[in-house]
Every structure is written in structure tokens, then in C-alpha cells.
């Protein structure tokens, strides 16, 4: 089992930076991957960014390639996803999760999310 919670959003000017934290409790956060989901208002739920248990691959959906970065400290069991140059289409509630693969699916574990609102 094992649990997330995620924090740092908040609300940011058009052109801003964020990053946020998913803090995972359990001693085996180092053997999944994890990913980040955003699901904004009337909208489902979508991929944002992934990264393998090792931290050695990364994949990103192409609405947020070059500007967010996802990466991970396993001694800390937090993974981050930095997000520069922030659009008002970047406006959503943030979820991270864990799963066996870094893919954009099939995840078993899923935080509460933390709301991003981008101003313009």
C-alpha cells in the first residue's frame, strides 16, 4: 500500500513558475513509478508526466514538453514536477500516482490533487 499527498499549488500569474511535491508514505517508493495527472473543470482526467522507479526515464505529454519537469528523490520518497512558463490552459487540480510502469495509464495509487490556478 501506499499513500500520497501532494502539495504546492496555488495560484500563479500567467508566465510563472510552480513546483510540486507528492510526499509517499511506505518502504517500497523506490520500486514504482510515478506519474502526474491534471484534470481541469468539465474536463477528464489527463496525463501530464511520468517517470520510471530509477528516475532514468521520463516521458511527458506534449502540451507541457519543455516547460515542466518531473523528477524524483527516493531517499526523500517525494516525487516533484516543476512547471515553468505556466498558461491559464495549465489550470487544473493536480494528482500524483504510483504504478508498476511509467506509462500514461494503469496507475494503482492515487493522491487527493492539489489545486493550480493560472491566471492570465
Known amino acids: 500500500q501506499v499513500q500520497l499527498v501532494e502539495s504546492g499549488g496555488g495560484l500563479v500569474q500567467a508566465g510563472g513558475s510552480l513546483r510540486l511535491s507528492c510526499a509517499a508514505s511506505?518502504?517500497?517508493?523506490?520500486?514504482?513509478?510515478m506519474g502526474w495527472f491534471r484534470q481541469a473543470p468539465g474536463k477528464e482526467r489527463e496525463f501530464v508526466a511520468a517517470?520510471?522507479?530509477?528516475?532514468?526515464?521520463?516521458y511527458y505529454a506534449d502540451s507541457v514538453k519543455g516547460r515542466f519537469t518531473i523528477s524524483r528523490d527516493n531517499a526523500k520518497n517525494t516525487v516533484y514536477l516543476q512547471m515553468n512558463s505556466l498558461k491559464p490552459e495549465d489550470t487544473a487540480v493536480y494528482y500524483c500516482?504510483?504504478?508498476?510502469?511509467?506509462?500514461?495509464?494503469?496507475?494503482?495509487?492515487w493522491g487527493q490533487g492539489t489545486q493550480v490556478t493560472v491566471s492570465s
Open positions: 500516482a504510483a504504478g508498476p510502469r511509467a506509462v500514461v495509464a494503469g496507475y494503482d495509487y
Open positions: 517517470i520510471s522507479w530509477s528516475g532514468g526515464s521520463t
Open positions: 511506505g518502504r517500497t517508493f523506490s520500486s514504482y513509478a
